[in-house]
């Protein structure tokens, strides 16, 4: 299976300020199509998870712009340019290149 | 408006059996893989099982194949988990989510508990 690793595992930060969340895999994630099954899903508090960021730096329907990611093989970043309240929860990687599908662990987002 | 309801979670002995539903709408259900993600109790999320648009693929995760059976049937627009041979490993808040080519999981559904427990 590919193993997905996140850090940190944990981050409080001050609104207004910018995020980093690195996430690791086992394997590289790009296909032979061009493709790189790389996805970013935030869960606030009490919700289910939803999808921020597919194919590494691609914003899903309604995300804001201060998301964004990158990366490329096996290295990812998810950046937030200026943190906000609502965004606290926890936000995961996802990849699909390989069946089983993996997860990280998770980052919980904090608000100092 | 894309929605995913599921339902039939309830708490169950260990060596039960649970069948699980997803009931979607506000899209063509039909044209699209869907799977099964669940969530342990404080846990992360880990990948269940998927479901081809025509049911004639499905696959699982080792933890669950030979005692979950993923089903869909097209004309009610549902999906359904068959869960036997229910462990307490199993208890988990279990989501429905649409699959998408370009966007992983793209919708979600809120979830529906199972707890396994004596």
């Known amino acids: 299976d590919i193993v997905m690793t996140q850090t940190p595992l944990s981050l409080s930060v001050t609104p207004g300020q910018p995020a980093s969340i690195s996430c690791k895999s086992s394997h590289s994630l790009l296909h032979s199509d061009g493709k790189t099954y790389l996805y970013w899903y935030l869960q606030k508090p009490g919700q289910s998870p939803h999808l921020l960021i597919y194919e590494v730096s691609n914003r899903f329907s309604g995300v804001p712009d201060r998301f964004s990611g990158s990366g490329s093989a096996t290295d990812f970043t998810l950046k937030i340019s200026r943190v906000e309240a609502e965004d606290v929860g926890l936000y995961y990687c996802m990849q699909s290149l390989h069946l089983p599908y993996t997860f990280g662990l998770g980052t919980k987002l904090e608000i100092k | 408006e894309v929605q995913l309801v599921e339902s039939g979670g309830v708490v169950v002995q260990p060596g039960g059996s649970l069948r699980l539903s997803c009931a979607a709408s506000?899209?063509?259900?039909?044209?699209?893989?869907m799977h099964w993600v669940r969530q342990g109790p404080g846990k992360g999320l880990e990948w269940v099982s998927l479901?081809?648009?025509?049911?004639?693929?499905?696959d699982y995760a080792g933890s669950v194949k030979g005692r979950f059976t993923i089903s869909r049937d097209n004309g009610k627009n549902s999906l359904y988990l068959q869960m036997n041979s229910l462990r307490t490993e199993d208890t988990a808040l279990y989501y429905c989510?649409?699959?998408?080519?370009?966007?992983?999981?793209?919708?979600w559904g809120q979830g529906t508990l199972v707890a396994v427990s004596s």
């Open positions: 989510t649409k699959g998408d080519d370009n966007y992983g999981f793209d919708y």
């Open positions: 479901i081809t648009w025509d049911g004639l693929r499905t």
């Open positions: 506000g899209f063509s259900f039909d044209d699209y893989t």
